[in-house]
């Protein structure tokens, strides 16, 4: 989509009144836009990894639902409509748990999960995704280690793993306390 427009912001996340058109080579130093990714646990505890569609960078590798922010998009609201556009799946931003904020070359990375009842009917968007699998969390970190999935992730799960795990599992708790 190159028509896309992103906002700028600063390292510190706040806007500075400028866009840029995706696509577009000169990105200015210094300035970031928001790019935000959502692990989806569904009721068995099983985590949604999707495969990048051929034609893509990083085709044929494995993410989590991932996209960036639109002009005007926070950075929840870009989380939802990707993880909608790609998969199919429907959550609110209410329904998002932050796990951090990873600074990137030109990106504010932010990472989020969600927990969904049952096991979600997707719909992949062929342009984005070409295939999908619900596994442990255990097994997308081994994916991530085995650089099968998307280059960007092996820092990303190497930073923010940990915690990532953390509520990937509360949402386990909370389902073996009713």
Known sequence: MDDELWDLIDAAGAPVGRTHRRGDPRFPAGLFHVVASVCVVRGDGLVLLTRRAAGKDWGLTWEFPAGSALTGESSEQAAVRELQEETGVRVSTSDLRLVGRLTERTALFDVYVTHVAGDPVLALDP????????????????????????????????????????????????????
């Open 127 to 178: 342009e984005e995704v070409c295939d999908s699998a619900w596994v442990p969390f255990a097994e997308a970190m081994r994916r991530g280690a085995a650089g099968e999935m998307a280059g960007p992730w092996t820092p990303r799960l190497e930073q923010l793993g940990e915690r990532l795990a953390v509520l990937v599992e509360a949402g386990d708790s909370r389902r073996n306390r009713r």
